[in-house]
């Protein structure tokens, strides 16, 4: 359930990044860490 809903919140990431001309990897692996970090935790 967690590694579903964690999924889904990485597909919205990569949308706002690249809705926002944002499409940086590292934005995008920084962004990664802090959600698994934070799905750990709830």
Same mark, same amino acid.
């Given at each position: 359930?967690?590694?579903?809903? $964690?999924?889904?919140?990485?597909?919205?990431?990569?949308?706002?990044? $690249? *809705?926002?001309?944002? $499409?940086?990897?590292?934005?995008?692996?920084? $962004?990664?860490?802090?959600? *698994?970090?934070?799905?750990?935790?709830?």
């Amino acid at each position: 359930m967690i590694g579903q809903s $964690s999924k889904e919140s990485r597909s919205l990431w990569q949308k706002f990044i $690249s *809705d926002n001309g944002l $499409s940086s990897h590292s934005l995008l692996f920084v $962004s990664d860490r802090l959600l *698994d970090n934070l799905l750990r935790y709830i």
